[in-house]
């Protein structure tokens, strides 16, 4: 069933996510590789980017050792631009356990020179296409903050319903006064039937 998609052999199914190269006409995703620092470090030093994110800006060092980190951990994918051979953003794609519910947690953060062009929305259905017809996965989801009105309709373009709507529910950095800055959240899902219904089906009529 992997006929488009270029398998490097040798690894067990968990780890084979981030050795499939997954693509569109404008970008391909990939494994990450420790000399993606300077390219990260480009998007991820910025406030913006990191704003809802939980870690805060990234210097070029930190950079350079989170490329060699995410270089071996397989729920992390590097976006690239095709024409330019860049590295624009990531995604983020993990099982949630129990394994047998066969979830996985989308996320996903990019070099702000790029927003607004569609890459994000590209990204994010190249990875719900590959979640639920080469991984038969049940559900995918994600979350985001309520403040985070980009996220938000990014996920609903791409077909995910809003399940909930969590008050204060978590925290990521602390205030002046050293109390926790508690932030809203929503967590948005889709479930593989209702992909297929508005996908696949749709492209058969």
């Known amino acids: 069933m992997r006929k488009n998609l270029d398998v490097l052999f040798g690894y067990n199914e968990r780890e084979i996510i981030l050795k499939i190269a997954l693509e569109t006409n404008r970008i391909y995703l990939r494994s990450f590789r420790s000399s993606d620092g300077m390219s990260m470090h480009e998007y991820l030093s910025l406030e913006r980017v990191v704003r809802y ?12 050792r989170e490329a060699k980190r995410r270089s071996n951990d397989p729920s992390f994918y590097a976006v690239i631009q095709k024409e330019t051979n860049k590295l624009i953003g990531s995604i983020y794609f993990h099982q949630q356990q129990p394994y047998k519910f066969r979830t996985y947690e989308l996320g996903y953060v990019f070099n702000p020179a790029y927003w607004n062009m569609g890459y994000a929305t590209e990204a994010a259905e190249l990875i719900l296409k590959y979640g639920f017809l080469e991984l038969d996965l049940h559900r995918i989801i994600a979350n985001c903050n309520q403040e985070n009105e980009r996220s938000v309709k990014l996920l609903e373009r791409i077909g995910m319903r809003r399940e909930s709507s969590s008050k204060k529910d978590v925290f990521f950095r ?32």
């Not at 109390?179 to 992909?195: G, H, Q, R, T």
Request: glycine residues 4%; proline residues 5%; aromatic residues 14%.
């Open 53 to 64: 994110e939980p870690y805060s800006e990234m210097s070029l060092i930190e950079c350079t």
């Open 174 to 205: 602390y205030l002046g006064s050293g109390e926790p800055n508690w932030v809203n959240s929503y967590m948005y899902a889709i479930l593989k039937e209702d992909y297929i219904q508005t996908n696949v089906d749709k492209s058969t009529t």
